[in-house]
């Protein structure tokens, strides 16, 4: 099936410590994002990358890190520096072309919680 | 700079009856607009967008919007509800100038469908 997987859906942090939430998809997407989601809320977007080994800050990316070594993946580094992880991240990507709007599809999630 | 409104933080209907949840945008040429539904736990999926053409634009599970560019308005609608359609509900516009740039995400609305 074609989309966009996260993994792992839930996953439990300490603190201090770094854990990495994995994205991939296989729709042959020239771009990549990361979102977060507080609960009720909307969304903000914390990174960004339109090619590969390229990536760019969103309006949050502060106690975050991303790589993009490959088109199809994305993964993306919530480290000790974050004070406040706790949340649900979304993953998502779009193609990157003139006359399409260019829609972003979303992977299922991953909540992220301190403990 | 772009910015998306979605004045009602919540909306009730029974079922059976039609629905409409608003959205209004500002953007400096012209937009591209799409609606996107979010069950609870889930990532985002994509109902439908307006690019060029007509002003109403049908989607996916009977929704359609009607995109008015002299209120800047792109409200979402379904002739008659759902339970099945309570969920979240973000707006989202870029704007058509600039392909590669960032979608500006509405703060949601809540919609509850009454059976």
């Known amino acids: 099936d074609g989309g966009i997987t996260q993994s792992p859906k839930y996953l439990f942090r300490k603190e201090g410590q770094n854990v990495t939430l994995s994205c991939e998809q296989n729709?042959?997407?020239?771009?990549m994002y990361w979102y977060r989601q507080d609960p009720g809320q909307g969304l903000r977007l914390i990174y960004y990358?339109?090619?590969?080994?390229?990536?760019q800050k969103g309006d949050i990316a502060e106690g975050y890190s991303v790589s993009r070594e490959k088109k199809e993946s994305f993964p993306l580094t919530v480290t000790s520096a974050q004070k406040n992880p706790t949340a649900f991240y979304l993953c998502?990507?779009?193609?990157?072309?003139?006359?399409?709007?260019?829609?972003?599809?979303f992977g299922e999630g991953s909540w992220l919680t301190v403990v | 700079a772009q910015s998306v409104a979605q004045p009602e933080d919540q909306v009730n209907v029974a079922e059976g009856n039609p629905l409409t949840v608003k959205c209004t945008y500002s953007?400096?040429?012209?937009?591209?607009l799409f609606w996107y539904v979010q069950y609870p736990n889930r990532g985002l999926q994509f109902l439908l967008k307006y690019i060029t053409g007509d002003n109403l634009v049908k989607g996916s599970y009977g929704f359609e919007a009607e995109f008015n560019k002299s209120q800047t308005s792109f409200h979402l609608k379904k002739p008659s509800a759902l339970v099945s359609d309570s969920a979240l509900y973000f707006c989202?516009?870029?704007?058509?100038?600039?392909?590669?740039?960032?979608?500006?995400f509405g703060p949601g609305t809540r919609l509850s469908v009454l059976p």
């Open positions: 989202a516009v870029r704007d058509s100038r600039n392909y590669g740039q960032n979608f500006v």
């Open positions: 729709l042959n997407h020239d771009a």
């Open positions: 998502a990507s779009s193609i990157l072309r003139t006359d399409s709007g260019n829609t972003i599809y």
């Open positions: 953007v400096s040429g012209n937009p591209y």
């Open positions: 990358s339109q090619i590969v080994n390229d990536f």
